[in-house]
């Protein structure tokens, strides 16, 4: 069964074209589309929705043609918008009442779901207040109860991370993947942050261009193997440098706070690009000293350079295939043997994005390998174009990091 | 008297404390899950008349915060009064008739209605717009005409509301004052015609105006100034050329701004007096044009009101 079918989709407006010729086949489940800016992302949803005919080619959704039943998908479908669309002086109770009604339902079961859905997206008191003095995150929230609030089969999510913080971030990812294992509602996630969608999507579909890039399963190749994500110190810490170090680095943490986990972990990744940079540049690289010694302990570590390691501030990051619990020890005890801080240690798992990199790098690094092997095997038919080799590795790089203040900061360019 | 306190605090302290924690497993709120929707879904209509009713109670302030209810509410309470006063003079002194005409109340209230249309027309699209909520709209059954249809209807409701209430108590007044049943119940009855016309082209050109301006002070001063610049405009014109003797202008004259022309059409159609100079009444040519031009401007509204939202959807 599919939840949403395009066949030979266009839709050109006099100057551009928004989509050309998409096929798709979405199954139920939690499905992202990812796509840059004016990848043609919103024109498909509002085809979807029946609100604009496409050029040529057909859709259906939930089994429904587009072009003859919109009104019949808008009673089944939800959409929350990527902008503000909340009125500032009524509460939120009201305003999804008011929606709750729009879709069709009788004034009582209006009121009954209204109160389910504010609960279940995490509004309880504020709800009675005006929307007016909600902030970003629980705005977020009731614009997701509105597009919930009749129970649809099928709800349209637009960038709905979009403005909200980590935490909140976390939080509406975690929801979206409610709305799918709790509520039994299908969901069309869209973002442009290609990280966010590989933890909460079932499905991922790349469009560009208004192109169908790529279609796959997520779990086919981010779940494959574990990696282990291991940020060691050039040296032991000996408190000498670490004093010497501090004005410095604290004058300079505003500027990278972002890459940071907390305000520790600034100061000690800024003290040894100092020490390494300035001070000392003949010392030892500790991460490429613990790479050799684990090489030589008999696990798989990737190539600098390779995948996030072209971060800044990421060069102190070794990858390390995890192939059971031993490999925690092996990795602990060398780091103590070779007398290095270790700043973190935490489990990865393959990234989207991995997909789209370069055969160079996958020749040297064997998580990639890995991925690329197994991809042809789980991408459907239809995606199976010759496109998405070097220009999709060229525009979906990841220019964020991976620590937890970044949240899904993987963004497409 | 710091002494005294501690023994009690402390006290208090000892006796709540173990009675507290078992209170709050208690208290929890049980998650029941999620229940499916199964019952009806009323579609398309139901979900147009919705929005009609919020938007006729949101033109009252009802159903919405308190201070939105207060101008609404007082400029009903002020076009009401004239109506009770006049009541109450015919049923005192024995009058023959009202002192007012039915069809010229819209009119002497001009002001007043304008102010109205000026509050009340914004309040009900430009928030949508200024917010985005229409794209909320538009995802849902109803289709873009489905959305201007209801919101004209129920501004147009609105303003008959306004309008028609007070000629009731006139109504009603006139039969307690004994004024004739045959003659009130007449004028009553172009009165109502008066107000139907006058609401649903005044809502039309208030509801466009403050669709073109999503800033709702805008919209205010832009409907505002729509309705009386050019009646007053026209009316000034009006005197001008009477003085110089064209008589036959002056109606034409009254076609170019909403006062002056629903003026014109009941004192053609609806017999009534008029506040043209030298109570000149349109030609029966004049009279037809009147007549176009009202249903143009009505149907321009409602259209350019379609062409606007087709914009202004996702």
């Known amino acids: ?413 | 008297m710091s002494a005294d306190p501690t023994p009690g605090a402390s006290g208090s302290t000892a006796a709540t404390g173990p009675v507290a924690p078992p209170r709050t497993p208690a208290a929890s709120i049980h998650n029941i899950g999620y229940r499916k929707y199964d019952g009806e879904r009323l579609g398309r209509g139901y979900a147009m008349r919705s929005l009609f009713v919020q938007s006729l109670r949101g033109a009252y302030g009802l159903g919405r915060s308190a201070k939105s209810k207060v101008l609404p509410m007082v400029l009903f309470g002020v076009v009401l009064a004239p109506s009770l006063i006049m009541v109450a003079i015919a049923v005192a002194t024995d009058a023959k008739e009202l002192p007012a005409e039915y069809t010229a109340y819209p009119l002497i209230m001009l002001p007043l209605i304008g102010l109205y249309v000026a509050a009340m027309a914004p309040q009900s699209v430009s928030r949508d717009l200024r917010f985005r909520t229409t794209p909320l709209y538009f995802s849902r059954p109803i289709e873009r005409t489905d959305y201007v249809i209801a919101k004209y209807s129920a501004m147009s409701v609105a303003l008959l509301i306004f309008v028609g209430t007070p000629m009731l108590v006139m109504y009603v007044g006139g039969l307690l004052a004994k004024l004739g049943f045959v003659d009130q119940t007449k004028g009553f009855a172009l009165g109502l015609v008066m107000a139907l016309v006058f609401s649903v082209l005044h809502a039309g050109i208030g509801l466009l105006v403050a669709a073109v301006t999503p800033r709702r002070g805008f919209g205010v001063a832009a409907i505002i100034g729509v309705l009386t610049i050019p009646y007053f405009a026209t009316t000034i014109m009006q005197f001008i050329v009477y003085d110089e003797g064209s008589r036959e202008a002056v109606s034409w004259l009254g076609l170019a701004s909403p006062g002056t022309l629903m003026d014109g059409f009941q004192s053609k159609f609806l017999d009534g007096s008029t506040d043209f100079p030298g109570s000149i009444v349109p030609s029966n040519t004049a009279g037809i044009c009147y007549l176009l031009v009202i249903a143009a401007v009505i149907a321009g509204s409602y259209l350019l009101l379609n062409a606007r939202y087709r914009k202004a959807g996702l």
């Open chain 1, 1 to 413: 069964m599919t939840v949403i079918a395009t066949e030979s989709l266009s839709k050109r407006y006099p100057r551009v074209t928004a989509l050309d010729r998409l096929n798709l086949g979405i199954a139920p489940g939690v499905t992202g589309l990812v796509g840059a800016n004016g990848a043609g992302k919103s024109t498909l949803i509002k085809i979807l929705l029946g609100l604009a005919p496409a050029t040529e080619g057909s859709a259906s959704v939930l089994g429904m043609d587009v072009r003859v039943d919109g009104a019949r998908i808008r009673e089944r479908v939800g959409y929350m918008p990527e902008h503000d669309c909340l009125p500032p002086d009524v509460s939120a109770t009201e305003f999804v009442v008011h929606m709750a009604r729009m879709s069709g339902l009788p004034p009582t079961a209006a009121r009954e779901r209204t109160a389910d859905t504010l609960r279940h997206v995490g509004l309880y008191e504020e709800r009675y207040r005006p929307i007016g003095g909600y902030s970003t995150g629980m705005k977020q929230r009731v614009k997701l109860a509105q597009a919930l609030v009749h129970d649809p089969d099928l709800v349209f999510l637009d960038e709905p991370t979009n403005g909200l913080d980590p935490v909140g971030r976390d939080d509406m990812l975690g929801l979206i993947r409610r709305v799918h294992t709790d509520f039994g509602i299908s969901v069309l996630v869209t973002s442009h942050l290609l990280g966010e969608l590989e933890r909460t999507c079932d499905h991922v579909v790349i469009i560009d261009g208004g192109k169908l890039l790529r279609s796959s399963s997520t779990a086919d190749f981010t779940q494959a193997t574990a990696t282990l994500a291991v940020e060691v110190t050039d040296y032991a810490e000996t408190p000498a440098t670490a004093g010497s170090n501090e004005t410095p680095a604290n004058a300079e943490q505003p500027a990278n706070a972002e890459h940071t986990a907390n305000a520790e972990h600034t100061a000690n990744a800024e003290a040894h690009e100092h020490t390494a940079n300035s001070e000392q540049p003949a010392r030892l690289d500790g991460a490429a000293a613990l790479r050799e010694a684990l090489t030589a302990a008999g696990l798989r570590v990737a190539a600098p350079g390779s995948g996030e390691q072209t971060l800044p501030g990421a060069g102190h990051l070794v990858m390390v295939d995890a192939a059971d619990e031993s490999t925690y020890d092996i990795v602990r005890d060398t780091v103590v043997e070779l007398g290095l801080g270790l700043v973190r240690m935490e489990q990865r798992r393959h990234r989207i994005a991995e997909v789209f990199q370069d055969d160079p790098q996958s020749a040297t690094d064997p998580a990639a390998t890995d991925s690329a092997t197994t991809d042809p095997a789980t991408t459907d038919p239809a995606a199976t174009e010759p496109t998405a080799g070097p220009t999709a590795a060229g525009r979906l790089t990841e220019s964020g990091g991976r620590d937890d203040t970044e949240g899904g900061g993987s963004h497409v360019r």
